[in-house]
């Protein structure tokens, strides 16, 4: 399970599937009964510094050894 607050700090979401989208990064969401959503978990400068972020929650989620994970958005 993979929980993420979003750059704003007003949502924290249960992510299935994080993307980027040029300097967008989004969480996919499960809604129940085969309907998906996606939320904009934060926008960066940079399509770099998106997959950097990417790159950061991919690095925690291998470090984690439990069955659950946090992530806080970076503000920049």
């Given at each position: 399970m993979l929980w993420i607050a979003t750059q704003d700090?007003?949502?924290?979401i249960n992510a299935k599937e994080i993307t980027v989208d040029g300097k967008k990064i989004e969480g996919v969401?499960?809604?129940?009964?085969?309907?998906?959503?996606?939320?904009?978990?934060?926008?960066?400068?940079?399509?770099?510094?998106s997959l950097e972020i990417l790159n950061e929650i991919f690095t925690k989620i291998e470090e984690s050894n439990g069955f659950s994970m946090t992530y806080t958005m970076p503000k920049k």
């Open positions: 700090d007003k949502s924290l969401i499960e809604g129940g009964a085969m309907h998906h959503w996606s939320k904009i978990l934060g926008k960066y400068e940079s399509n770099e510094r």
